[in-house]
């Protein structure tokens, strides 16, 4: 059995033992096992006929007996490997010694046999008697010598009669010279204008391609490409731009006429400042920005790229112009700072103490935190972020803020002791959170001095007078509400943060503010804490004076009234709207994949689990899954991948009604739910969506959208949701096995159809590599189906590049040594994508192995001379000379003189010598 592979299960009866005895029996082939020493434990009856030993004879015999002198070592060797590496395909010819004392020369292929805990236990062997094709094999080795010497000498008489030839047509053929030469540079040109034609409509195509506006002007500042981009940007259509000057289109962006930088950079100078912002030059490439731009009533930002083009000699022929849209940029730019404004504003106006640090040092110090400490700013930039702690508490405070900037979870708040500069002791309650800061992990820390509430001795008039002026100037909502909710007392805070003035609030009822939706709910909570005199805290919404909602956190306490007759409720309310944005931007992503927008597992597990709590019926469940996704980005990379998966999102979203439930639950997995639906509408949708996908692929030709799909029906209580996902999961896998590996073949063919578009298999480059492919195969006598697979791996050994990116695989020079361990991951991918189609899978490994060398310096694995299979030395000789034999764009095809001179230097090195012979002869005897 091969290594990693599990024994096929038989299905049905097994085989009859009788049955496979008769069949062992009367096999040609001599069947031998042997334990791992070597010594026969079973030996077939056709060694009585081959070699006239009974079978008893061999039975306790190692296989060495047997064997030549002269054949023991290789044989030995042979079996070594084959029981340390567990597996060889290989095959070996020895000779064996008959029972008369001649010998025959067999085959024989060797394989492991394994105990059921997958351990090597027996040695099974296989031989072929090859006497006979050996002998024949000599006898042609021999004829083909004779023949080498006979063509030798009749190339000699050749020769001499090829010079007698030549003095004699020398005057004809000095006349014809001057006629052919002519001939020969008329149909030059007109090749090459038809090329020149050609490229000229690429690089227009091109140019057409591009997002962003591109224009190109000759050397006299003519328009010679106006792109769809410049169109839609410019309003100018490409037929009324083309050979007019490119600054009579400059009013699009300006109050009048003004040269274009595409026109600067062909006079080699550089615009007036006054004309563009930010120019500069980076290589070849100029660049510079401009707005704003008054763009259709919309302010714009524009980014422009011009490089000149040169002609083959190294002339200036022109130049080209890219425009593209950076208002965004410009906009998050001007955010940013505004943002990082406010904060310097807040922070250096805030009464708390704000720091920012890095490792160990401060980073930003506020004016608060100075004045609390008494070191200014650039004496706490020279020293150590706890060196202002006092030392009772400096080693706790480190440890929590480096394991806070190591990602660490620390708690949120805390106290302990400062060290003012004076000597002086102070209190602080500390915050501290991680920020990015400069593109690395920093410590925001706010500390506010809480030294007095530590003075116990402080008197009871000073604490309420404190505690009045804290109410008075705080901006949470302090509030004094009576049993049925009047409001007795409403602080300061009231206006600015509702826009309320406190002593009109007096006196009103308190739930009038809040939001309507709330109400009822407030109302409760206010019920409860008093009935109870408990304390209670709760969230609701409040209605700003100009109607406009904001959340709030509220901490209610019951308590008496001053004359003990009255229950009253004191509330300090905070706005937490901006907790609440992030916490429906959290909750957000915590239900939602983020590629697709779609639910995410998590959120369709827990409307399961509701569905089935709630004994909701009817309730329709489909499950589908993408099929080749794996292959698809092993080979066309995971941007692709996801773009399908993006695809087939929105294609969900467009077949199903709005209250479906959509839901990415794996990878390329998902699932919808569609609550209190027949079947007959379950069905409608699913026919709408293979209909969709229908549509999808006759558009689409860059991606095949595949979806296998399994639906079923929860129409009674008893059903559980867990019992209905299974049915339908079982459903789609059943549909995905029907047509995976069709699927498969027609992503493999999309992928060379991909390879063939990218124009990098040139032109009946497969057509002449099968037909010489087959030329060999067929003189060395290869059967007709190893010719066939000859010619598939000719047309598909080169599939693996479609997953190498095009600026290394079109790359004109040499590559770098990165670009080139990337191009040879060729093999490995085109491997991988061979043995996921059932049409390639056969050829998979010769497509892994086709860039071997037979020195051993190739690549993947290094093998070396026989190590290699076969065909991959055939199709490298084969690929080699169609490299040389056709024009390449950094050379022209070589003379067939000049390729089987470099094939013969090679040989040895990087092609087998034997296939080599063979193939120059092939090429001495065609026109091929």
Request: charged share 30%; proline share 3%; net charge negative.
């Amino acid at each position: 059995m091969e290594k990693g592979k599990e024994p096929k299960e038989i299905q049905g009866d097994a085989l009859d033992k009788n049955l496979l005895v008769k069949i062992v029996n009367n096999l040609r082939e001599i069947i031998g096992i042997s334990d791992l020493e070597g010594r026969f434990t079973f030996i077939s009856p056709s060694v009585k006929e081959q070699l006239g030993y009974e079978m008893a004879e061999g039975l306790g015999r190692t296989f060495k007996e047997f064997i030549h002198p002269n054949d023991i070592k290789k044989y030995v060797d042979y079996f070594n490997r084959d029981i340390k590496d567990e597996m060889d395909t290989t095959t070996l010819n020895f000779r064996v010694r008959h029972k008369n004392g001649s010998y025959r020369w067999y085959n024989v292929r060797g394989r492991i046999l394994y105990n059921e805990k997958g351990r090597p236990q027996e040695y099974l062997g296989i031989g072929i008697d090859v006497t006979d094709q050996i002998e024949y094999e000599k006898k042609l080795k021999s004829a083909y010598e004779e023949i080498e010497i006979a063509y030798q000498h009749l190339q000699a008489a050749e020769e001499e009669i090829k010079a007698q030839y030549e003095e004699l047509h020398s005057a004809y053929e000095q006349l014809q010279a001057a006629e052919e030469e002519i001939r020969a540079q008329y149909e030059t040109l007109e090749k090459n204008q038809q090329e020149l034609l050609e490229i000229h409509k690429k690089i227009e195509d091109i140019i057409n391609s591009l997002p962003d506006a591109t224009f190109v002007i000759d050397k006299d500042d003519n328009v010679i490409l106006w792109n769809y981009g410049m169109e839609e940007l410019t309003g100018v259509a490409a037929k009324d731009a083309l050979n007019k000057k490119s600054y009579e289109f400059t009013d699009k962006f300006y109050h009048g006429k003004r040269y274009s930088l595409a026109h600067w950079c062909l006079q080699g100078k550089l615009p007036p400042p006054e004309d563009y912002l930010e120019v500069r030059k980076e290589g070849r490439i100029l660049k510079a920005q401009i707005g704003p731009v008054d763009i259709a009533g919309k302010e714009k930002y524009f980014s422009l790229s011009i490089a000149l083009l040169y002609n083959t000699k190294g002339g200036i022929e022109g130049a080209i112009e890219t425009i593209r849209d950076i208002t965004h940029g410009k906009l998050m730019e001007e955010s940013l700072r505004l943002s990082e404004e406010k904060f310097r504003k807040l922070a250096e106006n805030t009464p708390a103490m704000v720091f920012v640090g890095q490792g160990e040092k401060y980073k930003y110090v506020n004016p608060a935190f100075c004045e609390v400490t008494g070191y200014s700013a650039d004496e706490l930039y020279n020293m150590l972020i706890w060196d202002v702690v006092h030392p009772e508490h400096r080693e706790m405070v480190r440890k929590r803020g480096l394991d806070r900037q190591a990602g660490k979870k620390m708690p949120d708040r805390y106290e302990f002791k400062l060290l003012t500069k004076e000597g002086e002791v102070k209190y602080v309650s500390y915050a501290a959170a991680i920020i990015e800061y400069e593109g690395k992990p920093a410590l925001i820390g706010t500390g506010i001095d809480i030294t007095d509430r530590y003075i116990m001795e402080e008197k009871l008039k000073r604490r309420e007078q404190q505690l009045r002026i804290i109410a008075e100037n705080t901006l949470d909502l302090i509030s004094q509400v009576d049993e049925n909710g009047i409001l007795l007392y409403a602080s300061p805070s009231h206006l600015t943060m509702l826009g309320y003035k406190p002593e009109k609030s007096v006196g009103a009822s308190v739930f009038n503010i809040i939001h309507p939706d709330d109400r009822e709910k407030a109302k409760k909570v206010f019920e409860d804490t008093i009935k109870h005199n408990k304390t209670n805290r709760f969230e609701f919404r409040l209605l700003r004076v100009d109607g406009k909602p904001i959340w709030v956190e509220t901490l209610g306490k019951a308590m008496k009234s001053a004359d003990g007759k009255r229950n009253i409720l004191i509330t300090v309310s905070r706005d937490i709207t901006e907790r609440k944005k992030l916490e429906e931007r959290m909750r957000f992503i915590a239900e939602h994949d983020m590629l697709t927008n779609l639910y995410n597992r998590f959120y369709f597990e827990q409307f399961i689990e509701k569905l089935e709590k709630e004994k909701v019926y009817p309730v329709g469940l489909i499950i589908s899954d993408l099929d080749g996704l794996k292959l698809i980005n092993d080979t066309l990379g995971h941007e692709a991948g996801d773009k399908l998966l993006k695809l087939y999102a929105e294609i969900l979203k467009k077949c199903f009604p709005p209250d479906s439930i959509i839901a990415r639950i794996g990878g390329d997995e998902f699932a919808v739910i569609l609550v209190r639906k027949l079947p007959h509408l379950i069905d409608e949708y699913i026919e709408r969506l293979r209909d969709e996908i229908c549509n999808v692929n006759k558009n689409n030709n860059e991606l095949l959208l595949s979806v296998s799909l399994g639906k079923a029906a929860r129409l009674n209580s008893k059903t559980s949701m867990q019992d209905l996902f299974k049915e339908a999961d079982k459903l789609m896998y059943r549909e995905k096995l029907l047509h995976s590996q069709s699927n498969k073949s027609s992503i493999v063919a999309l992928l060379m159809k991909a390879l063939e578009a990218r124009d990098y298999i040139t032109e009946g480059h497969t057509d002449r590599m099968q037909h010489l492919v087959r030329k060999i195969g067929e003189r060395i006598g290869l059967s007709e189906s190893r010719i066939n697979d000859l010619c598939l791996l000719a047309r598909f050994h080169d599939i693996g590049k479609v997953g190498i990116p095009d600026n290394i695989l079109f790359k004109p020079g040499k590559l770098t040594d990165e670009e080139y361990e990337e191009m040879k991951k060729h093999c490995e991918i085109g491997y991988r994508i061979a043995q996921s189609s059932p049409d390639l899978a056969h050829i998979a490994d010769f497509i892994l192995k086709h860039h071997e060398r037979w020195d051993g310096t190739g690549y993947p694995l290094g093998l070396r001379s026989n190590e290699i299979p076969l065909e991959c030395r055939i199709l490298a000789l084969v690929d080699a000379y169609d490299a040389m034999s056709n024009d390449r764009p950094y050379r022209k095809a070589m003379t067939k003189e000049d390729i089987i001179a470099e094939l013969k230097k090679c040989s040895g090195k990087q092609f087998d010598p034997w296939l080599t012979a063979i193939f120059i002869n092939i090429l001495s005897e065609s026109g091929d």
